[in-house]
């Protein structure tokens, strides 16, 4: 109990009370429902300890980059009930250590990937197609250009259902070329959705610890946050 009485909240309960309501901030000032939106924490580099404070302050949703660090973690939390999100690039080889954990793909680029999904899954698997908005040379994903065509080549592949797209917003850029990344998303989404009615394209996986506000605004549907909420890495 603090001096005043009060039980003293821990580090992490003071980030992520202050990240929820500007989180709610962003949605009410662009005139979208709360509900809407997913926040994803973001634990890489974190130890399972911190996975499991932030599951008692309520957050069902994790996500991770590396698959051994994301099995890893998964093995010491296996007691809890929550959702799994990879978020970094999967080798074609890690397919099957990843599968039995997954929850949403963030990542997928390519068809060899999804044929390996495909042929690996023992249930249906739920995947976002990242899209390179940026045309930065580091940063994978498809490009823009290539889009329909992987969605095309995505037809048919059995267990493998895709649920909208991902991308990463130019690291450390202005609020324009941020916007301009989220912006390009949301339209080739909205593209897509146009011209292949029959699939559900809902999800824009899109905003990170210094730019979510402005995915909210740009139509995010999942906000993937790490530093705001364990802290610096
Ligand atoms: C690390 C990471 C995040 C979270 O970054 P923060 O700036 O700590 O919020 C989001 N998305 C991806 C793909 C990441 O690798």
Same mark, same amino acid.
């Given at each position: 109990m603090g001096a005043d009485g009060r039980k003293e909240m821990t580090a992490m309960q003071e980030a992520l009370e202050a990240l929820r309501d500007e989180i709610e901030a962003a949605c009410a000032g662009t005139g979208r429902?709360?509900?809407e939106v997913t926040l994803i924490a973001? *634990? @890489? $580099?974190?130890?399972a300890a911190a996975i499991r404070e932030a599951h008692e302050l309520g957050l069902r949703d994790f996500g991770e980059n590396r698959v051994q660090e994301l099995t890893a973690k998964a093995e010491d939390l296996r007691d809890l009930e929550f959702r799994w999100h990879l978020i970094g690039p999967l080798q074609t080889n890690k397919v099957r250590a990843i599968l039995p954990h =997954?929850?949403?793909?963030?990542s997928l680029d390519r068809i060899d990937l999804a044929r390996e999904i495909s042929r690996r899954a023992v249930r249906p698997i739920e995947a976002l197609i990242q899209v390179? $908005?940026? #045309?930065? @040379? *580091?940063k994978s994903g498809v490009e823009p250009e290539g889009l329909a065509a992987l969605l095309d080549a995505l037809?048919?592949?059995? *267990?493998l259902t895709v649920r909208g797209l991902m991308t990463i917003g130019p690291?450390?850029? %202005?609020e324009r070329s941020v916007r301009t990344a989220f912006a390009t998303l949301r339209s080739l989404r909205e593209r897509e959705q146009a011209r292949r009615p029959?699939? %559900? =394209? #809902?999800a824009l996986s899109m905003g990170m610890s210094g730019d979510f506000a402005w995915a909210i605004a740009e139509g995010a549907t999942h906000l993937r946050i790490g530093s705001r909420i364990f802290g610096r890495r």
């Open positions: 429902s709360r509900e973001v *634990s @890489k $580099t974190f130890p =997954l929850g949403l793909l963030h390179n $908005t940026t #045309a930065e @040379k *580091s037809e048919g592949i059995p *267990s690291l450390g850029g %202005d029959e699939l %559900d =394209l #809902a």
